[in-house]
């Protein structure tokens, strides 16, 4: 068994872990239960990653997030840590094979959404997986009490059973005290165990700004704020129309959402990143996972939908512990108006059955069939073949998602794949029998190497066309044929939603909705945004103090840095200033009694003003008096 310490300085690179990990670690490799609240950018992957490293065997890491499982699949692979990643989009194939490799390879880490679990590919093959830790990243999402509740978190119970002696790692951001009580009870803690690091951002400076003129009042900030910056906003079209309006006033912005194709979000998160844009102006769709450090700067032109959502995108703000700041612009009718949008966000259930019908229609998936298939999926397109709303569409398919019926993706880019089904011989003589496939085999072969024949490997097209000195789209051909003549498994790129059938398909008449569940969902997003409301509009508190208040964290001790604090401390300073100054008026007028034009003119200008108030206001107390001939005395 390795070192900790030696595992991180090997793979990482580090010399020591951050506060808190070490902790967490050993509690792990005692075998314990264990929940770990990290704030963003707190280092939650080095917790699970170290362990799993240390011992033998392989880690399961459960997360919702599409982006981040490939991402952190990825990063290790380039450590040389094996690594693979389970999700939407990959076909049964790709899927088995690369389980049969977490039971007969080396694999150390793998990632997959909770979907997956009671598929029975995968009930199949963990069963003869040996498992170390199964890690339960935005654990969070199995309560019901949490900000972002998803039904197929309440699997891992019954994977447990499976795993009995595994221990779990819960990692989330964000959890009140209702919702860590409630993931360890899901979760089936064997007890409790709890580390929470601190909520507090020592560096990060909160700050609640209101106005009926956002766009200017956020140019103004940047200007006066030096440094990378995120600008929230709620919708796409927004995001372009900011970035265009920045870019008029000479500040290097750009655009980024979901909508984008991957090469475009690649190339304006890439240019962020490398600091050769300053400003990105973002749906909430970026963020998880981007691991920037030297971020000076993020404002919110929307109101988030909780203050859990808003301390985690407040807070890729100022991961380098160096000052940073996070300003929440709001107006006047923005409670009322995120109010009767989380309103429109909870569909009536004859909405919901309706859709759902349309989606079986639309995919022609029969009742009791479909079971984790996936589809790409195009909003307007589905929308205007149903005659539906979009908007409403959306709401209904993030329902259907909250109830564990789909898995709706956003865009997502997944480069083209290939298999070889054929082994070498067999191969050999295929390309024996068929000159005209032989020169794009061999190329296939040298580039890829023997991989191919035991798990998909990603492929460009681009790159075959240029080294055969052949046309793209007729490497593509040839690939799509020799698919079909099942030599090799060929799957074209990817790069738009994915909406993902999680059950079989049911009879949408009979869809079983919980409408008391449901109303209470509604009632539960409602009191988020009176919670995100009452931080917006408190005026008289610290702002790190109400938001440590929120997650069950009492400190009465006062960040000195937000909005609030800094009014404080501008006051106290004003108070001592004019002390100062009333002090050395009276000793002024009890040396010699003065006019009290004379008595101004004693004070540099800028004083002026305030010693003319201090004037009237001791006159007033009665600590000045006027003489007939117009000059001030001391009273005793």
Not at 197 to 220: H, I, M, P, Q
Not at 463 to 475: D, I, N, R, S, W
Request: with cysteine.
């Amino acid at each position: 068994m390795h070192d900790i310490h030696h595992i991180l300085k090997t793979y990482w690179g580090y010399d020591q872990f951050r506060p808190l990990q070490e902790d967490i670690i050993q509690s792990v490799l005692a075998g314990q239960d264990t929940l770990a609240l990290l704030p963003t950018g707190g280092g939650k992957s080095i917790c699970f990653q170290v362990p799993a490293m240390v011992q033998e065997g392989i880690c399961l890491v459960i997360t919702p997030l599409i982006a981040l499982m490939k991402d952190q699949a990825e990063q290790l692979k380039k450590r040389g840590i094996p690594a693979v990643a389970i999700y939407s989009g990959m076909n049964r194939r790709e899927i088995d094979i690369a389980l049969d490799n977490c039971v007969y390879g080396n694999i150390k880490f793998l990632y997959l959404s909770p979907e997956r679990l009671l598929t029975d590919l995968f009930q199949e093959r963990v069963k003869r997986m040996k498992v170390n830790l199964l890690s339960v990243d935005e654990a969070h999402c199995i309560s019901q009490w949490g900000y972002d509740f998803r039904p197929p978190y309440l699997q891992l119970a019954e994977l447990r059973e499976v795993l009995p002696q595994v221990p779990v790692l819960a990692l989330t951001a964000t959890a009140t005290e209702q919702v860590r009580q409630d993931i360890q009870e899901k979760l089936a803690f064997k007890k409790q165990n709890v580390f929470v690091k601190s909520f507090a951002r020592a560096n990060l400076s909160y700050s609640c700004l209101y106005t009926e003129d956002k766009v200017g009042r956020t140019l103004e900030i940047l200007q006066r704020v030096p440094g990378q910056a995120i600008v929230y906003v709620r919708s796409r079209r927004q995001t372009v129309e900011l970035a265009k309006f920045l870019q008029s006033r000479r500040i290097a912005a750009a655009a980024y959402h979901a909508g984008l194709k991957f090469e475009e979000r690649n190339r304006v998160q890439n240019a962020w990143i490398q600091d050769k844009v300053r400003v990105i102006v973002a749906t909430n769709a970026f963020g998880m996972g981007i691991d920037k450090p030297d971020v000076r700067l993020v404002v919110h032109l929307d109101l988030p939908e909780s203050l859990e959502a808003y301390y985690q995108e407040a807070g890729r703000a100022g991961r380098d512990e160096k000052y940073a700041y996070a300003t929440l612009l709001y107006g006047p009718s923005d409670t009322k108006d995120l109010m009767q949008k989380v309103a429109e966000a909870h569909p009536p259930l004859e909405l919901i059955r309706r859709v759902y019908q349309c989606l079986a229609n639309y995919y022609q998936i029969a009742v009791g069939s479909g079971l984790m298939s996936s589809f790409d999926f195009d909003l307007a397109a589905f929308s205007k073949n149903y005659k539906l709303k979009p908007l409403e569409v959306h709401h209904v398919m993030k329902r259907l998602e909250g109830e564990g019926y789909i898995q709706l993706n956003e865009s997502y880019y997944m480069p083209s794949r290939l298999f070889l089904l054929l082994d070498n011989m067999a191969l050999y003589e295929f390309q024996v029998a068929n000159a005209e496939h032989d020169a794009l085999l061999r190329l296939l072969l040298r580039v890829y190497g023997g991989e191919a024949f035991t798990t998909f490997v990603k492929i460009s097209e681009r790159k075959l066309a240029e080294l055969l000195k052949k046309p793209e789209q007729e490497v593509r051909r040839k690939l799509e044929y020799l698919h079909k003549l099942q030599v090799l498994v060929y799957e074209p790129q990817h790069d738009s939603p994915q909406v993902v059938f999680t059950t079989p398909r049911l009879d949408a008449a009979n869809l079983p909705l919980n409408h008391k569940k449901l109303e209470q969902l509604r009632e539960r997003a409602l009191e988020q945004v009176k919670e995100m409301a009452h931080y917006v509009e408190t005026s008289d508190r610290c702002r790190t103090q109400l938001l440590l208040e929120y997650f069950g964290e009492l400190n009465d001790k006062s960040c000195r840095i937000c909005d609030y604090c800094l009014a404080q401390r501008k006051k106290e300073r004003e108070g001592q200033e004019q002390q100062l100054l009333r002090d050395k008026l009276l000793t002024l007028v009890q040396e010699k009694p003065l006019l009290p034009r004379e008595l101004v003119q004693k004070f540099e200008p800028k004083h002026s003003q305030t010693v003319t108030s201090l004037i009237r206001e001791l006159l007033d107390l009665g600590r000045l008096r006027c003489e007939d001939s117009g000059k001030l005395l001391v009273t005793e």
